[in-house]
């Protein structure tokens, strides 16, 4: 190695040795220059860093802004006072070489991806951001500040005990016989009554009732010990009936049944045989045990203050997003109605709001999310009120319902009282949330400027026959900016193609100039639905979802 060249290289060992090295950050992108060697030193390593630094800034603005932007004019008119704004602190990492009678330096630009799309806007270089800021996104946030459910820290506890033990001792003595016998007695006779009845009046053969039949009465009358019961008014009498009386014969019958059973229960009722003992007798032991365990509540509802939507207004802003504040939207579509956003992603509410936010309040994407702060109180290592949070959003498309944006972020903050923490909380939560999420909403614009939106194209009428299908297939072919056209569906009234544009032009007007020289398409009118254009051969009389 010559000493000329040994010289060149310790002056970049040099530059690197002094370059303040940057954190780790957003974006990060390599650029290479060379010069030819020649007998200035200083002169050689200069060109060769310059154009390193150059193309370092135009592959961070191909992934910033887009593919291509390095190769548009205005870009390269103003990409050396943009490399002069960045700074030299933004670039690290210098690694010079040479081969070949060439000077080579390899550099490393890392900086803030938020810095990088102000430095690139104050020049007028942000090409995309007309693009981005003509797609307004409508945020809706609820905020929570509690404090932790400590299961280990009761709020309140309380015990309930009651222990009841006692007897109860009732006897009655009754001097009359059983209730028992009588009770049998008057059971069987009841029983014989009802047969000796149905037989006096069914027996119309027979001249006679035969009460002697009322023996079996007797013979049944006895009382639940086995004692006999007297009953010879019923075991001797006999009636005699015509056949034309069997009804009083049946009463006679009835009468003469209860005459015996009422003999019979005054017999067991003087009977001293039988003796009624009740005995009504209680023993209880009851214990009753209760525990109520109260735990610091949470806030069930969202708070009036809401610092962290506020900070990430401001976040999103910054990455030249613009927003629309809810507070307005909101009053207009529920007026007085309270509703969290609990309450509006879990019901009916939501696809309405979206068509809402769509239509009337003219946004391209609606962002719903609620952070939680919790207060932990006093830290024991700094003194100070702590708290933590988390914080988490849902973005998408109002056009196509498309899941964009989606994050969670969860930090931790000290302050000098609750709410001074829960500031600096919020601070911490929208600024990650915001970077992270906004950076997905230039990505998603991005891609879409450069590959192009999916749109579903649908022509409608009464009757579509196969050439003029055909034509208006063809036709979609030539439109500029319109890709991958794709039929999903075709029949007479209606067929169906899926396509991407990226034109300029909106897309019903650039089809229907295509279409326009053809005379089956004179009378072609459409409708536009989010990313569904409508092209209608007899005329669009209402909108087509």
């Known amino acids: 190695m010559?000493?000329?060249?040994?010289?060149?290289?310790?002056?970049?060992?040099?530059?690197l040795v002094i370059t303040p090295c940057a954190h780790a950050l957003d974006i990060e992108a390599r650029g290479v220059g060379s010069a030819a060697i020649?007998?200035?030193?200083?002169?050689?390593r200069t060109v060769a860093l310059r154009q390193a630094k150059r193309n370092a800034v135009l592959s961070a603005l191909d992934r910033v802004v887009g593919a291509g932007t390095s190769?548009?004019?205005?870009?390269?008119?103003?990409?050396?006072?943009?490399?002069?704004?960045?700074?030299?602190?933004?670039?690290?990492?210098?690694?010079?070489?040479?081969?070949?009678?060439?000077?080579?330096?390899?550099?490393?630009?890392?900086m803030d991806d938020?810095?990088?799309?102000?430095?690139?806007?104050?020049?007028?270089?942000?090409?995309?951001?007309?693009?981005?800021?003509?797609?307004?996104?409508l945020v809706m946030m609820d905020e929570f500040f509690t404090t932790p459910t400590n299961l280990r820290a009761p709020l309140e506890e309380l015990t309930e005990f009651r222990h009841e033990a006692g007897s109860h001792y009732n006897e009655k003595e009754a001097a009359s016989s059983s209730k028992h016998a009588a009770y049998a007695a008057s059971s069987d006779a009841a029983y014989a009554s009802k047969e000796q009845v149905a037989f006096a009046v069914n027996d119309k053969s027979a001249n006679h009732v035969n009460a002697a039949y009322n023996a079996n009465v007797a013979g049944a009358a006895q009382d639940s010990y086995g004692n006999a019961a007297a009953m010879s008014a019923s075991g001797s009498g006999r009636l005699d009936a015509s056949s034309q009386n069997s009804h009083q014969a049946a009463g006679a019958a009835s009468r003469q049944v209860a005459a015996a059973a009422s003999s019979r229960v005054a017999a067991a009722s003087s009977s001293n045989s039988a003796y009624a003992h009740n005995v009504n007798a209680e023993d209880h032991d009851n214990t009753y045990f209760r525990k109520l365990v109260k735990y610091q509540p949470q806030n069930t509802g969202p708070d009036r203050k809401n610092y962290t939507y506020n900070e990430l207004k401001g976040q999103l802003g910054d990455l030249d997003i613009k927003v629309l504040d809810n507070a307005i939207f909101k009053s207009r579509y529920f007026g007085d109605?309270?509703?969290?956003?609990?309450?509006?992603?879990?019901?009916?509410?939501?696809?309405?709001?979206?068509?809402?936010?769509?239509?009337?309040?003219?946004?391209?994407?609606?962002?719903?999310?609620s952070s939680v702060i919790y207060d932990l109180?006093?830290?024991?290592?700094?003194?100070?009120?702590?708290?933590?949070?988390?914080?988490?959003?849902?973005?998408?498309?109002?056009?196509?319902?498309?899941?964009?944006?989606?994050a969670t972020q969860s930090e931790a903050a000290i302050g000098a009282s609750p709410d001074d923490c829960r500031a600096r909380l919020a601070v911490k939560l929208a600024g990650s949330l915001g970077n992270q999420v906004g950076k997905r909403i230039q990505e998603f614009v991005k891609k879409r400027t450069m590959y192009g939106a999916e749109y579903t194209?649908?022509?409608?009428?009464?009757?579509?026959?196969?050439?003029?299908?055909?034509a208006f297939g063809q036709a979609l072919k030539s439109v500029p900016g319109l890709d991958k056209a794709t039929q999903r569906q075709a029949g007479a009234g209606q067929v169906e193609m899926i396509a991407t544009y990226r034109g300029s032009d909106p897309l019903d007007q650039a089809i229907a100039m295509a279409l326009g020289t053809n005379p089956q398409f004179a009378s072609l009118d459409s409708a536009v639905d989010g990313n569904v254009i409508t092209l209608c051969m007899n005329g669009c009389k209402k909108a087509v979802h």
């Open 2 to 15: 010559t000493f000329f060249k040994q010289k060149l290289l310790s002056v970049a060992v040099a530059a």
């Open 38 to 44: 020649t007998g200035d030193v200083n002169s050689v």
């Open 71 to 110: 190769r548009n004019a205005d870009v390269q008119a103003k990409l050396d006072d943009l490399v002069v704004q960045i700074g030299d602190e933004a670039f690290y990492d210098v690694t010079p070489s040479s081969a070949d009678g060439q000077y080579q330096v390899k550099v490393t630009l890392r």
């Open 114 to 137: 938020k810095a990088l799309r102000s430095e690139i806007s104050d020049l007028g270089l942000a090409l995309n951001t007309n693009a981005t800021r003509s797609q307004p996104i």
């Open 337 to 369: 109605r309270a509703i969290t956003l609990d309450q509006l992603e879990n019901g009916a509410e939501l696809t309405k709001y979206v068509d809402y936010a769509r239509k009337d309040a003219t946004a391209d994407y609606l962002m719903i999310g």
């Open 377 to 406: 109180g006093v830290d024991k290592n700094s003194g100070q009120e702590s708290c933590t949070g988390v914080a988490s959003t849902k973005t998408f498309s109002t056009k196509t319902g498309e899941d964009i944006g989606s």
């Open 457 to 470: 194209i649908r022509l409608t009428g009464d009757n579509l026959p196969l050439m003029t299908r055909t």
